[in-house]
């Protein structure tokens, strides 16, 4: 198999293979294996169109709100747990490295 084949096999298997990993830190010393992370699974043709883009940053919010839970003895969500989900939402953003997934964070992490 020659170079260009080669890559192409590769190239072909990347969207089974793609990982997303959101991880909640919050103040303080914490180990890789003591912060939380979920693993959101997305095929990266699905951020070729709006819809796809919006449905993947949907399901990247709704996992940070699974590794950032609000405590069950309160119906305000404490800053801490607000800054850890925006944070999440924020790296995973930038590891996709998609354009317009991140001009979709931009814009609704701008209007708060």
Do not use: W
């Amino acid at each position: 198999m020659n170079e260009r084949n080669s890559h192409q096999a590769i190239a072909g298997r990347r969207p089974a293979m793609m990982l997303m990993m959101l991880l909640c830190g919050f103040a303080g010393a914490a180990t890789p294996e003591d912060v939380p992370s979920t693993v959101v699974r997305y095929a990266p043709a699905s951020l070729a169109t709006d819809g796809g883009t919006k449905a993947l940053y949907r399901r990247l919010v709704k996992a940070a709100e699974d590794v950032c839970p609000t405590p069950h003895s309160s119906r305000i969500i404490p800053e801490a747990v607000l800054e850890c989900r925006d944070q999440a939402v924020a790296r995973a953003v930038q590891q996709i490295g998609n354009p317009a997934l991140a001009a979709l964070h931009a814009g609704i992490a701008k209007r708060g």
